[in-house]
């Protein structure tokens, strides 16, 4: 794996994604809606693409060429009923079929561990689009890697606990500097291909 594209790459998690892959020597193309909110010193140290997940080309674009995808995007705080997560993952997984791209892996939520009902209402229609694109996901036949994330913290980055294909996540909170970092190695590890990874901080001791 040399080159790598994040999608969401200005997002809390996307941000830390793009830091992760540079710290571990790849070439990063750095796929945003909005470059300037990028920050300077990234911005040296990858290539920038300008594009909308929701436009085939671009997203076509700016797989071409790479050895792996990462799928970081959101909602930007939005709770509004949306298909904009699935349709652009559909787009991704199409572009990566195009251009013969198989390693996948992406920032889900912790609320699919949940039946439907179980989910605070507030984010059932942000949950419901998470949910297609995991469908999306599972049903591409690419090596895919669903991390249902829990809440995402700004907290330094420690010990993380990893399960794989959990009833239920391990823990209730996971820093986005180990996320980031995650959703970059698990791209080159086997044993997370098509599989819901669950995974959290280490509880700090006592």
């Known amino acids: 794996m040399k080159k790598i594209v994040v999608f969401g790459a200005t997002g809390m998690t996307g941000l830390c994604a793009v830091e992760a892959a540079v710290k571990k020597g790849l070439e990063v193309r750095a796929f945003v809606r909005d470059p300037s909110k990028l920050p300077e010193d ?3 140290k990858v290539e920038v693409v300008k594009g909308d997940i929701l436009e085939p080309d671009s997203v076509f674009n700016a797989i071409e060429g790479t050895d792996g995808v990462v799928i970081a995007i959101g909602t930007s705080g939005s709770l509004a009923p949306t298909s904009d997560m699935s349709e652009g993952t559909k787009n991704i997984i199409e572009g990566m079929r195009a251009k013969g791209v198989k390693n996948v892996s992406a920032c889900i939520s912790a609320f699919l561990f949940y039946e439907m009902d179980k989910v605070p209402p507030r984010f ?19 090596n895919w890697v669903a991390v249902f994330s829990p809440h995402i913290s700004d907290d330094p980055s420690r010990e993380i606990i990893v399960e794989v294909n959990p009833e239920k996540s391990p823990g209730r909170c996971i820093s986005k500097h180990d996320l980031g970092k995650f959703l970059v190695d698990s791209l080159t590890q086997e044993e997370y291909y098509k599989a819901v990874i669950g995974l959290c901080n280490a509880p700090l001791p006592q």
């Open 42 to 44: 990234i911005k040296e």
């Open 124 to 142: 059932v229609d942000v949950t419901k689009d998470h949910k297609r694109m995991y469908v999306e996901l599972k049903e591409s036949g690419l």
